[in-house]
Nanobody
Framework: QVQLVESGGGLVQPGGSLRLSCAAS????????MGWYRQAPGKQRELVAI???????NYADSVKGRFTISNEYAKNTVYLQMNRVKPDHTAVYYC???????????????WGRGTQVTVSS
């Protein structure tokens, strides 16, 4: 079993910054990727950014140049630095990881419970 603990959400003013963290723990043999998704009210959950454990990253076009995803391999942790935020960034942000348990038969997906980000003046 794997646990994802998210932190860093809250209320931020337009143009401000926020940093989300997500730490994975439990029966992890190796991580394939960790990333962030978001779901705004009345909308479907969508990709924000992914950190592939091989070192590459992927971003939604809407956040390129504003958000940066990074990680700490030793801590199985991924961060999302959100800069110059806008009201339409308001959503619940979910952490997701794809990983192998032991024995590494096939990848498993696990989701965090989500952290609320509200951008408002």
């Amino acid at each position: 079993q794997v646990q994802l603990v998210e932190s860093g959400g809250g209320l931020v003013q337009p143009g401000g910054s926020l940093r989300l963290s997500c730490a994975a723990s439990g029966s992890i043999f190796s991580i394939v990727a960790m990333g962030w998704y978001r779901q705004a009210p009345g909308k479907q959950r969508e990709l924000v950014a992914i950190y592939n454990w091989g070192g590459s990253t992927n971003y939604a076009d809407s956040v390129k140049g504003r958000f940066t995803i990074s990680n700490e391999y030793a801590k199985n942790t991924v961060y999302l630095q959100m800069n110059r935020v806008k009201p339409d960034h308001t959503a619940v942000y979910y952490c997701k990881t794809d990983f192998y348990s032991n024995p590494p038969v096939s990848p498993i997906t696990s989701w965090g419970r989500g952290t609320q980000v509200t951008v408002s003046s």
